[in-house]
Structure formats: C-alpha cells, structure tokens
C-alpha cells in the first residue's frame, strides 16, 4: 500500500552528534506549520519525547557534525530519528537538471510530508544524468530543488526567492535571509521565471546539507556569470552562524 502524504511530518537539521540542534526553534516552528497544514496533530509532549529520543542518540557522541530526520510518523504515534553524515557535496558548485514538480491536492505541496519519494527520486534522477540536483519546475518557474530552496541573484544585485506556496519553506533561506539584507542585497520574492533566470549573475541553492552551493548549469546551459560573489559571502556567513553557541539548542539540558 502506498504511504499517503499525510502519514507524516518531517524536518531534516543539523545535529552535533550529541544533544544539540542548529536553529531548532526555527525547524520546531515549521514542523508545527506543516503538520496543521496536513491536518496532523503533534503530540502534546513531542518536544520532551524528541529530548529523550536525542538523549538516546546521544549516548554514544559523534565527533563531527551531522544530519538528523526527525519524523512524527501519524498513523503509528511515535517520533523516529534517523541520523546521517553531511553530503560530501557540499558548499561546492552544482549541475542541475530540471523536472517537473510533483503536486499533491490540497494544501499539501509545499510541506515536508510523509510521501516524499518522489523528492529522492528526483535527486536520483539527476545523480544518473551526471547532475547534482534537481531544480523542481512548474509553469516554467523554479520552484524548488530536491533537497534545498533556490535563489536567484540579478544582474543588479537584487535577490528573488521564489513566492510559490508550493516551495517548501527554507530553513537555511530564512537563515541568510537577513544577512542578505545587512550587506545591501534587496530581497524579494517572485516568480523565478526562465526569463530571470536567463539573466541572473548568480543561481544558488542553499540548504541544511548542502549549505550554499553556486549552480553553473541548467540541464548543460550556462547560467548566471560564475561570479560566486553573494555565494562566498553565504559560505562565511554559515559558518560564522553555526559556529555561534547561540545558535544551537541542547534538548537535554537540565
């Protein structure tokens, strides 16, 4: 039987191995948002149920830092942890290949929800076309990629997000959002048409894993000017911001 897609919520963030989580109240916030939105009710006690899963976990500490599911699965009642290492692409330029955006009815595209293979798939796709990720298309805008949020920079130093409601809300976008703002960088939000696209400077996809990452290629056309301006600017900027204790939440401290 195929798993519906309100089966389950999820969000995927970074971990340190032990009890700590980067931007934690910003994925909590999410998590709730999105679980309203597919009519999933979290558990009254899910955040102190999360703290002794990561209490767990943590029991035996990884020295390095990590990727960490956390899924509240509806039709069992329970919360399952699935830890993993950071993508070895990572913070690096990218190839893309576009696809199609899968859409569900209602107000379920946009989420992190529990039918999420056709996101794997697409990023499977693109590894055996010889791409890194898969840009998510509809109307022929760029909604999202397979496993980060898009933004586009023009030619005048202005950024666009994507204004879908069907992009799923980036974590990492929220990040560097205001950080943009602080060094001139306007920020709007749009439609990222081919028309934009065609005319950008640079096209970066940023994300938990695979932090900022410069795209140069859109299904093997050159795209933006290789400037890696705003990019390395994002680089500096997420590691001065997860280097940052204030940043961190440690779910078992007592």
């Known amino acids: 039987m195929a798993i519906g897609p309100r089966s389950a919520v999820f969000t995927t963030v970074l971990w340190n191995g032990k009890t700590s989580i980067a931007d934690f109240a910003q994925h909590l916030k999410r998590l709730k948002s999105h679980a309203e939105r597919l009519r999933i009710e979290l558990p009254s006690d899910f955040t102190t149920t999360l703290s002794n899963h990561i209490k ?24 399952r942890l699935n830890p993993r290492p950071l993508p070895k692409l990572r913070n690096c330029d990218m190839h893309a290949i576009s696809m199609p955006l899968k859409k569900w009815l209602g107000d379920i595209t946009g ?12 990023k499977s796709i693109a590894e055996q076309n010889g791409a890194d990720i898969a840009l998510l298309i509809d109307e022929y805008c760029i909604i999202d990629g397979d496993r980060a949020s898009v933004m586009v920079i023009d030619e005048d130093g202005v950024a666009y997000f994507s204004d879908s409601p069907q992009a799923v809300e980036g974590i990492t976008l929220d990040v560097v959002a205001p ?35 410069n795209i140069l290629t859109i299904d093997g056309e050159k795209v933006g000017q ?11 900027y997420l590691a001065q911001h997860y280097s940052n204790i204030n940043n961190w939440t440690n779910l078992c401290e007592d």
């Open 56 to 79: 767990l976990i943590g029991a035996s500490p990884i020295e390095e830092l990590q990727l960490l599911n956390i899924t509240y699965d509806s039709e069992n009642d329970e919360i």
């Open 111 to 122: 989420t992190k929800h529990g039918d999420w293979q056709p996101y794997y798939e697409a």
């Open 179 to 213: 950080q943009l703002k602080a060094i001139g960088i306007p920020v709007n939000y749009a439609k990222l048409n081919e028309r934009l696209v065609a005319r950008c400077a640079e096209l970066i996809a940023v994300g938990v894993g695979i932090g900022a990452c």
């Open 226 to 236: 290789h400037q890696r301006t705003i990019s390395s600017k994002l680089l500096a």
